[in-house]
Nanobody
Framework: QVQLVESGGGLVQPGGSLRLSCAASGSIFSIYHMGWYRQAPGKQRELVAAIASGGSTNYADSVKGRFTISRDNAKNTVYLQMNSLKPEDTAVYYC???????????????WGQGTQVTVSS
């Protein structure tokens, strides 16, 4: 029973900021990689940012310098700070995490339900 719940999405004007949060709950033994993906209408889902358990990060070229991913391991939470938002950032943002639910079970990827981010005037 692992669940990921995103929050923080909404409507913002171009140039504005949003901070997305994703909290994992349920049966969790350990969490490895965590990341954010997004999918715009008519487009393929793409990786936005990822962060490893040790803190190393990876960003899509389109968001470098504008977005920052971070995590709080004590809270089983990953964040995405989004600054200087552009209309092309409009999409449903999904949280993903590689989680080992029990010591005797293998780790696998889990996904949140998604949160809508709309950047428009």
């Amino acid at each position: 029973q692992v669940q990921l719940v995103e929050s923080g999405g909404g409507l913002v004007q171009p140039g504005g900021s949003l901070r997305l949060s994703c909290a994992a709950s349920g049966s969790i033994f350990s969490i490895y990689h965590m990341g954010w993906y997004r999918q715009a209408p008519g487009k393929q889902r793409e990786l936005v940012a990822a962060i490893a358990s040790g803190g190393s990060t990876n960003y899509a070229d389109s968001v470098k310098g504008r977005f920052t991913i971070s995590r709080d391991n004590a809270k089983n939470t990953v964040y995405l700070q989004m600054n200087s938002l552009k209309p092309e950032d409009t999409a449903v943002y999904y949280c993903s995490a590689n989680i080992k639910p029990k010591s005797y079970l293998p780790a696998r990827d889990y996904w949140g339900q998604g949160t809508q981010v709309t950047v428009s005037s």
